[in-house]
């Protein structure tokens, strides 16, 4: 498809069949890292998707399911937000709790919202809307799709993974997001100098975290050998056995980042804290 006949409307979009899936990519390349829970809104949620969904709904032609982006469809961010701006973009958005607040707090920046689950889509928009924001959009799509194709090169200043799904059992842990196929469609779309935060409260996530991005030659840990030893979250999960194994290893790496001023605690994260549950912090800049 031309980028003239690329669709931008559901009545534009292209018919699914498997020749339009053949012709695009084979769907999924890769294990996803959500299990689709329900898309039925109910009460508020449907009411403010009613009211919101035309303003703030990213409207992206999909190829197979409901969270697919069409390959051809390439987001024009000056054009939905009628500026040119630095673009924040938060994976895995939950109830947007987070990025509304930053969005209010830093009006002079663009946000995009990027979520599989739509009642949290709902609940993101309410919030917008109640604060009267302008700079933030919201799109119900698969972020591996969206960073590999619909994003362009260099389009985000900065990226959100806050608690992405742990996946604890380890024959589950290839749907992790952070994995090596996953780290070169944030290199392209992160634009040099940009910073990638993320943060968990898994410590087996958190290692792996560390790992997949220590190696990745675009990128480079702002924090790197800060909290190291007793200091560390990574001995303090292993010492209490929070993440129920207990040992003494000791944590000489570190490299863990102090939470970034503006990131408020979800009611994700705040289950966490009551739980007795350790945060890491990551923060990596594009080279
Ligand atoms: C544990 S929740 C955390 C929500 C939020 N970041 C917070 O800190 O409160 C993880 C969220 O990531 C979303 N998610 C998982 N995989 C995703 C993907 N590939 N694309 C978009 N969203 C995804 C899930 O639907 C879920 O809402």
Redesign the pocket.
């Known amino acids: 498809m031309s980028e003239s006949t690329v669709p931008t409307t559901p009545a534009d979009q292209p018919v699914v069949n498997e020749t339009t899936v053949s012709s695009t990519r084979e769907y999924p390349a890769e294990p996803?890292?959500?299990m689709r829970?329900g898309t039925r809104l109910q009460g508020r949620r449907q009411d403010a998707w009613d009211a919101h969904a035309d303003s703030y709904v990213v409207d992206v032609p999909r190829v197979v399911t409901d969270?697919s982006v069409h390959a051809d469809y390439v987001f024009d961010a000056a054009a939905t937000f009628g500026r040119d701006a630095d673009l924040v973009v938060?994976?895995?958005?939950?109830?947007g709790?987070?990025i509304v607040h930053m969005a209010e707090l830093r009006p002079e920046r663009n946000y995009l919202a990027?979520?599989?689950?739509r009642p949290?889509l709902a609940s993101t928009m309410a919030r917008i809307a109640q604060r009267g924001l302008t700079n933030v959009r919201v799109v119900e799509?698969?972020?591996?799709e969206?960073l590999e194709t619909m994003l362009p090169d260099d389009a985000m200043s900065e990226l959100?993974?806050?608690?992405?799904?742990?996946w604890h059992k380890k024959r589950h842990n290839k749907r992790r997001?952070v994995r090596d196929s996953f780290t070169p469609l944030v290199a392209r779309t992160l634009r040099s100098g940009g910073l990638w935060r993320l943060?968990t409260d898994w410590s087996g996530y958190a290692e792996q975290m560390r790992e997949v991005l220590d190696r990745t030659p675009q990128f480079e840990n702002v924090h790197s050998g800060e909290r190291v030893g007793a200091d560390s979250p990574l001995t303090q999960a292993r010492q209490s056995g929070v993440d129920r194994e207990v040992s003494d290893e000791i944590d000489t790496v570190g490299g863990w980042a102090p939470r970034f001023e503006g990131r408020v605690v979800?009611?994700?994260?705040n289950k966490a804290h009551v739980a007795g549950r350790i945060i890491f912090d990551l923060t990596y800049r594009r080279r």
């Open positions: 996803v890292s959500f829970r969270t938060e994976i895995g958005s939950g109830l709790e987070a990027v979520e599989v689950y949290g799509a698969n972020a591996a969206v959100w993974l806050n608690f992405p799904d742990p997001l943060s979800t009611s994700f994260e």
